[in-house]
C-alpha cells in the first residue's frame, strides 16, 4: 500500500512539474531540433508562432523555410508527436497557392 501511494505521489509530481514554464521551454526546444533536423534544409529559419494542439492528440506544428539541396527555397510543415518524440515533415509551398472553396 505505501508503495502505491509513494508511486501515485511521484506521478502527481511528475504531472505537476511538465507544466512549468522551465519543462515547456525544454519541451520547444525538442521540438525546434527534431523538425530542423527532419527537414534537412540549408539555413533553416523557424516562421510564425507555433501551434500547439492539447493533450488529446499531442502534436506540436512548426513551419520551418530553408534552402533543399538544389539551393531552392523551401517551406516545410512539421508534425511533432508529444507522446513518441518523432516528427514528420511535408512540403507547404502549396499552402501559398489561391483560395480555393470547400
Known sequence: M??????????????ATAST??????MNQRVNRACI??????????????????????TEIRMI????????????????DRKSGRAEVQEADVWTGPVTKP
Open 2 to 15: 505505501k508503495r502505491l501511494i509513494a508511486c501515485g505521489l511521484a506521478l502527481m509530481a511528475t504531472t
Open 21 to 26: 514554464p522551465q519543462a515547456w521551454n525544454q
Open 37 to 58: 533536423a527532419m527537414a534537412g534544409l540549408a539555413r533553416p529559419e523557424l516562421l510564425a508562432k507555433k501551434i500547439s494542439f492539447s493533450d488529446t492528440i499531442g
Open 65 to 80: 523555410r530553408g534552402a533543399d539541396k538544389r539551393g531552392r527555397m523551401q517551406r516545410l510543415l512539421c508534425a511533432y
